[in-house]
Every structure is written in C-alpha cells, then in structure tokens.
C-alpha cells in the first residue's frame, strides 16, 4: 500500500517559472491537503479538498492554484514562481481522523 | 480563527529523563486533537487522536492527554531515538470543519 505518493521529491526553480507538484494517494480519501512548511513556522495550509470537484482556499493560497478531478490526485500548480515559494511542501490525505502526509518536495526559487 | 500554541520550541532531555510537551488550543468547538512526529526530511507521521477533555492515549512510551485547554505528551524514559519534532494540530466543528490547523511543533533531542 503506497500511501501519499509525492513527485518530485526535490526541484529548484528559476523565478517566473511555472511548475505542478504532483500528489496521489491509494486510499479512497475524500479529504486532501496541501501544506508548506518553512523553518520554526510549522504547517501553513495552501489548499485543500472535500472530494473530487470541491476545492477551497487555506491560509496561504496566493500564487498557487489546485485542481481535483479524481479522487486520487491533487496536483498544486506553481503559476510564476517567487523567492518566496522557497519551501517544503507536505500533500496529506485523509477519510475521518488520522491524516497521512507524503514524503513531502523541497522546492528552491532563485 | 483556530490557534494552537506548543510549548517549549525546543527541548533536550538525557537518556531515562521523563518530561512533557504542551499544546494549548482555541477552537470554538474541538472535533479532534492530534499529536504526529516528524523525523528531518520526511513527512509527519500519525500517533494519537483525542476527542474530549479526560481521555489518554498510550503508545510505547508515549501518553497524550487532554484537557478542555490543552494536550500534554507525556514522554516516560525516553530513548535517542524519540528525538524527532513533536506537531499538535486541532481540527473545529465550526466552519470548514475538514481542515487542520497546526502548531509549530517542539524539536526533542535525548541525548544518550
């Protein structure tokens, strides 16, 4: 059983760049996130997902975008890319208590 | 707006020397408490949920407990190889009640 499977696992971006974080996970969840996490900040909710079709915004939505037209997948789509996007970013699934995250995808603008 | 706050940033403990994290909530109505453990470089990993204020979780070393305020994991004995970074998150029946809100998570180092 796979999980959450994030692709790629590293990646460095130039800045106005454009780029899709890839995530799919295998078991049958509704409910799918996208997180980034930056040093002594802790998770900081991007997007997230009620099921295929239902999208809405977190706390930090700027600059990304999302899709979600199976249940399997929730790809985030980095449109230009900034300095600022410099981050680790954490997929998680989940159906009614425990979340599972993905190995995560460490991202660098410059 | 949900807030969890968790206390100390950072903590280091030697070999055998129990000792308690906290994470302090505001929710206008808990669904869930969770505690996760997070190693460098990969994704949390999933350890406790709790629901009402009085219930207690075990797992090997580990105990969370909560209250109508807050979470305490309780680490008995730890071992080096409980050094990870500690995660709190609530989710609220209010709102988009599927989310999950975050703290910043305590760094545990047990010396040896």
């Known amino acids: 059983n796979a999980g959450v499977t994030q692709t790629p696992k590293f990646r460095i971006l130039k800045i106005g760049q454009s780029m899709t974080l890839q995530c799919t996970q295998d078991?049958?969840?509704?409910?799918m996130y996208w997180y980034r996490q930056d040093p002594g900040m802790g998770l900081k909710l991007i997007y997230y997902?009620?099921?295929?079709?239902?999208?809405d915004k977190g706390e930090v939505p700027n600059g990304y975008n999302v899709s979600r037209s199976t249940t399997e997948d929730f790809p985030l789509r980095l449109e230009l890319a900034a300095p600022s996007q410099t981050s680790v970013y954490f997929c998680?699934?989940?159906?009614?208590?425990?979340?599972?995250f993905g190995q995560g995808t460490r991202l660098t603008v410059v | 707006e949900d807030q969890v706050t968790q206390s100390p940033e950072a903590l280091r403990l030697q070999e055998g020397e129990s000792s308690s994290l906290n994470c302090s909530y505001t929710?206008?109505?808990?669904?869930?408490l969770f505690w996760y453990r997070q190693d460098p470089g990969k994704g949390p990993e999933f350890l406790f949920t709790?629901?009402?204020a009085g219930e207690e979780k075990e797992k090997e070393r580990l105990k969370a407990t909560l209250t109508k305020k807050e979470s305490f994991l309780h680490i008995t004995a730890p071992k080096p190889e409980d050094s990870a970074t500690y995660l709190c998150?609530?989710?609220?029946?209010?709102?988009?009640?599927?989310?999950?809100?975050f703290g910043k998570g305590i760094t545990l180092s047990v010396r040896p």
């Open positions: 998680a699934s989940r159906m009614n208590t425990e979340a599972f």
């Open positions: 078991m049958n969840h509704n409910y």
């Open positions: 997902s009620v099921g295929a079709g239902i999208t």
């Open positions: 929710v206008s109505g808990l669904r869930g």
């Open positions: 709790l629901y009402s």
């Open positions: 998150a609530v989710q609220s029946w209010s709102g988009a009640n599927s989310k999950l809100t």
